[in-house]
């Protein structure tokens, strides 16, 4: 497969080559176009259940499209994610995991495994969801996964402890601990306008958004009346 | 007249450079900011795809009932017109000025929305596109785009083209135009209805043919319905 990622960092979009035979797995809605020889097959993510689960408690989509080339020529396919913002690719090799908000995953490859996790009480009263997404590297050789941001993504390791604001966390290695607590008192939490924060700690890897939904809609509700 | 798009692909705004007695055609809003000598008209366009009934169509059609004429009158101006949304804007010449710019110069079909400007020589009048529009999910109506001259089309996200050459796809929140040589049908993009309705990609347009095809990469409802699920209800 060869993928040229273009308009990032606003709009960034997948373009996809897919060689003859292969196959990818995208999130349902990640399709904008394709070229008509192209076939998918859509499945419940994960299964029936843990698909009911992903979509009311991790906000994730029901389904997952897997397009597959029939033909003996590469044909294209455009994925692109309901964010305006980044797309990021991490290869993941046999024993490497990921874990992703809800709403970061648009599309996979390569045999790697997408789980429901169960992200704990604290996770959903910080909006973040009752389940968390895993992705594990396949059992041999790697695998390519993408996942898209609000805003621009960066990348940085913890060692230690380190700090973030719950809406701008995208994706994270499960080894770090998190603690979900008030940025300040509750006073200085409320005044602050930062809410609850993400304690996080460990050695591990994570990947911020530049910006959070929660931080639009806190502007555009008053706009409402 | 010479135009520049600037701050391409996702915060674009159109530089128009109007010569004396030029005039150019823009939807209701679309004025950022232009030489204080330039005469501005708000007009429900005069032939076809004007008057009253002109603008009932285009209401229909999703786009304001009123356009906005630019005129130089003797000296020469310069305007900037921008969309409402974050996004790309491209220009497609018409008739005999598309195949100068290198286009078919066919005509186009483009959704209501997508529609930014056009120079006068161009048509801009509601084409209905059979019941398939109803199912589209998107809005009914079309807007049908012929005549000489170039239009200016926006979007939400970048506008990338694409040359079909057989069979193409494109799920109908990301069409912004296409030119009229291709047919097209609108179909259900998984294998059941139920995936259709729930699996996201829902409805698809499926174009045959030969022809080009103007998509947007994001899907302005999609971001909408992010954003709008966390907003407090209207109040009745």
């Not at chain 2, 009253?52 to 209401?59: D, S, V």
């Amino acid at each position: 497969m060869k993928y040229d990622l273009r308009y990032n960092p606003a709009f960034a979009t997948l373009f996809v080559e897919l060689q003859p035979g292969e196959r990818l797995t995208a999130e349902a809605g990640a399709m904008a176009s394709m070229d008509g020889s192209l076939d998918f097959v859509t499945t419940f993510s994960g299964g029936l259940f843990t698909a009911l689960l992903k979509r009311f408690f991790g906000g994730e989509s029901l389904f997952v499209n897997t397009f597959h080339n029939p033909t003996s020529e590469p044909r294209t396919l455009v994925l692109t994610q309901a964010n305006i913002g980044d797309i990021h690719h991490i290869k993941i090799k046999a024993g490497e995991s990921i874990c992703f908000q809800p709403g970061a995953y648009i599309a996979h490859m390569g045999g790697v495994t997408i789980q429901a996790q169960w992200a704990g009480f604290r996770s959903w009263i910080a909006g973040e969801g009752l389940f968390k997404l895993k992705i594990q590297g396949p059992p041999q050789g790697s695998g390519l996964v993408f996942f898209g941001a609000y805003g621009g993504i960066t990348e940085r390791r913890v060692q230690g402890d380190l700090i973030v604001d719950t809406g701008h966390l995208v994706a994270y290695s499960p080894q770090l601990k998190m603690q979900i607590k008030l940025a300040g008192g509750l006073l200085g939490s409320i005044t602050s306008g930062e809410g609850l924060v993400n304690r996080l700690s460990g050695q591990g890897k994570i990947y911020l958004q530049s910006r959070s939904i929660g931080g639009l809609v806190k502007f555009l509700t008053p706009k409402l009346r | 007249m010479e135009f520049d798009l600037l701050k391409r692909p996702d915060s674009t705004v159109v530089h128009v450079s109007l010569s004396p007695h030029e005039e150019i055609l823009a939807e209701a809003g679309a004025m950022v900011a232009m030489s204080g000598h330039l005469q501005a008209e708000t007009t429900l366009r005069k032939g076809k795809g004007g008057g009253i009934l002109g603008g009932l169509k285009r209401m229909l059609a999703g786009e304001s009932i009123f356009l906005s004429t630019f005129r130089s009158g003797n000296s020469p101006g310069d305007l900037y017109l921008a969309p409402k949304l974050m996004g790309d804007v491209c220009h497609v010449g018409i008739g005999s000025t598309g195949s100068a710019l290198g286009g078919s110069g066919s005509g186009l079909v483009v959704q209501s929305t997508g529609y930014l400007a056009s120079t006068p020589g161009v048509v801009v009048d509601l084409g209905f596109q059979g019941l398939k529009s109803f199912f589209s999910g998107e809005s009914i109506f079309w807007l049908d785009i012929s005549g000489d001259g170039v239009v200016f089309l926006s979007s939400f996200g970048a506008i990338y083209e694409i040359e079909v050459d057989g069979s193409y796809v494109v799920d109908t929140g990301h069409i912004v135009a296409f030119e009229k040589t291709l047919t097209f049908t609108v179909t259900k993009a998984g294998g059941s209805w139920l995936n259709a309705i729930l699996g996201g990609e829902g409805l698809v347009m499926r174009f045959q043919g030969h022809g080009k095809l103007y998509c947007q990469t994001h899907n302005a409802g999609a971001f909408g319905q992010l954003v709008g699920s966390q907003l407090p209800a209207r109040e009745a």
